[in-house]
């Protein structure tokens, strides 16, 4: 299995504060790899697929990078409704295994 | 507007079965692979199972295969989740997932667009 590593888990930050997560995959997964968004008592959200893909309706204030076996998920300012867990996946193959996640928390 | 509602969750003793569905609305069901990620506080979250918009190709975790199957009956726009032989480690939330590639025919690049609210599943004696 294609494990996947996320840091750091957790991470307190300002608003308006410039933030990057990264996640390292154990083996390359090319660009298949894809970053949520959760929030206490709801379903994850997608925000980037593809290593680099904004979703749709996604603001533009997230963004991915990163191929191989390292990537980054960048929030370059923060607002208040950014504050949640976010987590990577791989899809390179099955089982498509997701990071532990990380905790983005007001300071 | 997406919507994929679960349903058929709740308390069952170890060993037993229990069926989940999903029913979606707001896409072309049959055009989209579907799947099944579960969620537990200390696991966190992790990939069940998945099937091809045509059932043409079925992947399953480890931890399940053999013990669950996933299926899919594209006239009435449903999702199942059979889960046989349940264990306490099966305890979790149940989300039904679209995948985000129209007639995908390979697992490769699969990303999970939209999510049900989940459905909670407890095994327990």
């Known amino acids: 299995d294609i494990q996947m590593t996320q840091s750091p888990s957790s991470l307190s930050s300002s608003i308006g504060d410039r933030v990057t997560i990264t996640c390292r995959a154990s083996?390359?997964?090319?660009?298949?790899l894809n970053w949520y968004q959760q929030k206490p008592g709801k379903a994850p959200k997608l925000l980037i697929y593809?290593?680099?893909t904004l979703q749709s309706g996604v603001p533009s204030e997230f963004s991915g990078g990163g191929s191989g076996t390292d990537f980054t998920l960048t929030i370059s300012s923060l607002q208040p409704d950014d504050f949640a867990t976010y987590y990577c996946?791989?899809?390179?193959?099955?089982?498509?295994?997701f990071g532990q996640g990380t905790k983005l928390e007001i300071k | 507007e997406v919507q994929l509602v679960e349903s058929g969750g709740g308390l069952v003793q170890p060993g037993r079965s229990l069926r989940l569905s999903c029913a979606v609305s707001?896409?072309?069901?049959?055009?989209?692979?579907m799947h099944w990620v579960r969620q537990t506080p200390g696991k966190g979250l992790e990939w069940v199972a998945s099937?091809?918009?045509?059932?043409?190709?079925?992947g399953y975790a480890a931890s399940v295969k053999g013990r669950f199957t996933i299926s899919r009956d594209n006239g009435k726009s449903s999702l199942y989740l059979q889960m046989n032989s349940l264990r306490l480690e099966d305890t979790a939330t149940y989300y039904c997932?679209?995948?985000?590639?129209?007639?995908?025919?390979?697992?490769?690049?699969?990303?999970?667009?939209?999510w049900g609210q989940g459905t909670l599943v407890t095994v327990s004696s």
């Open positions: 593809g290593a680099s």
């Open positions: 996946q791989q899809s390179y193959s099955i089982p498509y295994t």
């Open positions: 099937i091809t918009w045509n059932s043409g190709a079925i």
């Open positions: 997932v679209k995948d985000g590639g129209e007639k995908r025919i390979s697992g490769r690049g699969y990303y999970f667009d939209f």
């Open positions: 707001g896409f072309t069901f049959d055009n989209y692979a």
């Open positions: 083996q390359s997964i090319n660009t298949n």
